[in-house]
């Protein structure tokens, strides 16, 4: 059996209206004044007016920092340590979708640690412990609530840094479907794409084990039975319910096998043409499992086997290609690109991405070995 360390540090609080709780939860947490974390789009939406009057019912002072942007950056983090370091919180919230919630942990790293966003690169290099968090996704794509790391870009190189330790794992995340129902319907494409993404590779990593599976299969089902009903009718909260519950267990899977050559693939994608994350992903992910179907079609198989109750799956027989073929189906229906040339990459630059995706620390989970040929023929493929 392949050894894991599986020490859940996140409680989760599913259910419609379950926002109206925050107060209640942050007062459990002895918390007397909170730092609320978001963006301007989920603060126009009036979800943060939601959470800040549920904190203040509880007694509890609270400030806001609504400047968190797409792909964090360092700048992200500093801005939103200014409020802190004057305010002193003794709670985080991070409220939005992924950027909010890892604009929120980039901050209480510095806020906690000291230094600078760059001196957490890394895992496990937090030396003090650090302010208690709560996560609400208000998205169905990062997972990030269930997650000890935060994806801050240098503004000047656009590298994302992975900034991972145990002590940044959310106490506490609040899943509530129905502050999803007012995402665009290109966010709902976009993150959804992630989120079956992360179930995909989760299941197949070299870090892949007894536990990561548990969550890389639930999550998978949740996901892939639902995604096509959330595009349709976009007002079905039990779908809605359902990928952000499916969302979330791919981030448990993240946390306990990693990801692979698809992230690695589509880092550089956003860094260079400023493509969108999950329609980088989505590009790259059919003949990422291509690629690795010709050693591991069987766990493939397996994957299609727990939809094949779903209209329009492959047979689980056709494997990787069949199993590539439905992702494909499915980035079409969300309205996304299926090709690189389609968004806009020069065919000229793929060399150079394949350098830099060769360096991206994600695609060393990937079940088969990856150089810089194998990545440039995965571009070539998907131009």
């Keep these: 059996m392949t050894p894991f360390d599986f020490h859940p540090r996140t409680r989760m609080?599913?259910?419609p209206d379950s926002i109206d709780r925050l107060g209640e939860l942050a007062g459990e947490l002895g918390t007397r004044r909170a730092l609320v974390v978001s963006d301007p789009g989920i603060v126009a939406a009036g979800h943060v007016d939601h959470g800040l009057q549920s904190l203040?019912?509880?007694?509890?002072?609270?400030?806001?920092?609504?400047?968190?942007?797409?792909?964090?950056?360092?700048?992200?983090?500093?801005?939103?340590?200014?409020?802190?370091?004057?305010y002193e919180p003794e709670l985080l919230v991070g409220l939005g979708g992924g950027s909010s919630m890892d604009c929120a942990k980039g901050i209480n790293f510095v806020y906690s640690n000291g230094g600078e966003m760059k001196d957490y690169w890394g895992v496990g290099k937090a030396m003090r412990e650090m302010l208690p968090m709560i996560a609400i996704p208000t998205t169905a794509g990062t997972g990030s609530e269930m997650q000890s790391f935060a994806l801050i870009s240098d503004p000047n190189t656009h590298v994302k840094m992975a900034c991972g330790d145990s002590k940044a794992s959310c106490r506490i995340a609040i899943l509530d479907p129905k502050i999803t129902l007012t995402q665009p319907s290109a966010v709902t494409a976009l993150s959804g794409v992630d989120a079956l993404s992360h179930a995909l590779e989760t299941y197949v990593t070299k870090k892949r084990n007894p536990v990561s599976l548990i969550f890389s299969r639930e999550a998978w089902r949740l996901l892939a039975s639902n995604f096509k009903t959330v595009i349709q009718e976009p007002d079905n909260l039990e779908?809605?319910?359902?990928?952000?519950?499916?969302?979330?267990?791919?981030?448990?899977?993240?946390?306990?096998?990693?990801?692979?050559?698809?992230?690695?693939?589509?880092n550089p994608l956003t860094s260079t043409y400023d493509t969108a994350h999950g329609q980088a992903v989505g590009m790259m992910l059919p003949h990422v499992i291509r690629?690795?179907?010709?050693?591991?079609?069987?766990?493939?198989?397996?994957?299609?086997?727990?939809?094949?109750?779903?209209?329009?799956?492959p047979d689980p027989t056709t494997g990787s290609e069949g199993l590539a073929e439905f992702v494909t189906e499915l980035v079409n229906a969300a309205g996304l690109q299926?090709?690189?040339?389609?968004?806009?990459?020069?065919?000229?630059k793929l060399p150079e991405l394949a350098s830099a995706a060769a360096t991206q620390w994600t695609g060393t989970f990937n079940p088969r070995d990856l150089d810089n040929d194998s990545l440039l023929e995965l571009y070539q493929n998907a131009f």
């Design 13 to 15: 609080v599913c259910g």
């Design 56 to 86: 203040r019912d509880a007694n509890i002072d609270v400030e806001l920092f609504g400047g968190a942007h797409e792909n964090p950056t360092t700048a992200d983090v500093d801005a939103g340590l200014v409020l802190a370091r004057r």
């Design 239 to 266: 779908a809605r319910a359902a990928m952000q519950l499916g969302a979330a267990y791919a981030g448990l899977a993240i946390e306990n096998s990693m990801l692979g050559a698809s992230h690695a693939l589509a």
């Design 291 to 313: 690629f690795n179907g010709l050693q591991h079609d069987c766990w493939y198989r397996e994957l299609l086997e727990i939809i094949s109750h779903c209209p329009g799956v």
């Design 338 to 348: 299926t090709k690189l040339a389609e968004c806009g990459v020069d065919r000229d």
